[in-house]
Nanobody
Framework: QVQLVESGGGLVQPGGSLRLSCVAS????????MGWYRQAPGKQRELVAV???????TYADSVKGRFTISRDNAKNTVYLQMNNLKPEDTAVYYC???????????????WGQGTQVTVSS
């Protein structure tokens, strides 16, 4: 089994910064894609940023220039540095890992439990 555990959420004022972390655990050899998604109240879950094992990144237009995704392959960890936060960034942020090579073969599309980010003065 694969488990994803997020940390780093919280309450921050507009213009502030937060850093989210997500650690994947289990009998993992490698993870192809890791990323962050978010879901605000009354809205659908949306992509924030993803990163491949080769460090190729994709960002939502709304966070380009403000958020940076990175990963440590040796630690099966993905990070999201969020700067210049805005009230519209308020949401539950979910970690995702896809195409995970484990001792039992390849598994797909695992999610963390989510961490709340609230941007408010």
């Amino acid at each position: 089994q694969v488990q994803l555990v997020e940390s780093g959420g919280g309450l921050v004022q507009p213009g502030g910064s937060l850093r989210l972390s997500c650690v994947a655990s289990g009998s993992i050899f490698s993870i192809n894609v890791m990323g962050w998604y978010r879901q605000a109240p009354g809205k659908q879950r949306e992509l924030v940023a993803v990163i491949t094992s080769g460090a190729s990144t994709t960002y939502a237009d709304s966070v380009k220039g403000r958020f940076t995704i990175s990963r440590d392959n040796a630690k099966n960890t993905v990070y999201l540095q969020m700067n210049n936060l805005k009230p519209e960034d308020t949401a539950v942020y979910y970690c995702n890992a896809d195409h995970i090579l484990t001792t039992r073969g390849t598994v797909y599309n695992y999610w963390g439990q989510g961490t709340q980010v609230t941007v408010s003065s």
